[in-house]
């Protein structure tokens, strides 16, 4: 299995552990957005959302465009890419044991 960046991997499966910032997520994956934006569908306050965005801008998963008074906020993808490849690795490892007690299997009832 190749090495990976483990504080990446764990900064951003901590990240996605999160149901509200997991819905952060997916808004900004429609576009960038200024706290406000993000901050309608939730029944929390606007600071609560910004301790949400810092802990994804310190995973590395979001960004700020500042322009003029506003900051917007997008996502960085690059970060999460580590994470998906981790588990690819990780499905292919699982794949070929499932396919090896597969043949295993076959071997075993051809044998009976």
Known sequence: MVKYNNEI?????????DPTRREIIKRLAVGEMTVMNLAK??????????????????AGIVSIRREGTYRY???NPQTVDSAHEWL???RKFWTSQLVNLEHFLDNQS???
């Open 9 to 17: 991997l764990d900064d951003v499966f901590h990240v996605l552990s």
């Open 41 to 58: 569908p939730f029944e929390m306050s606007l600071p609560a959302i910004s301790k949400h965005l810092r802990v994804l801008e310190k």
């Open 73 to 75: 906020y997008y996502l």
């Open 88 to 90: 690819m690795d990780l």
């Open 110 to 112: 051809n044998e009976d």
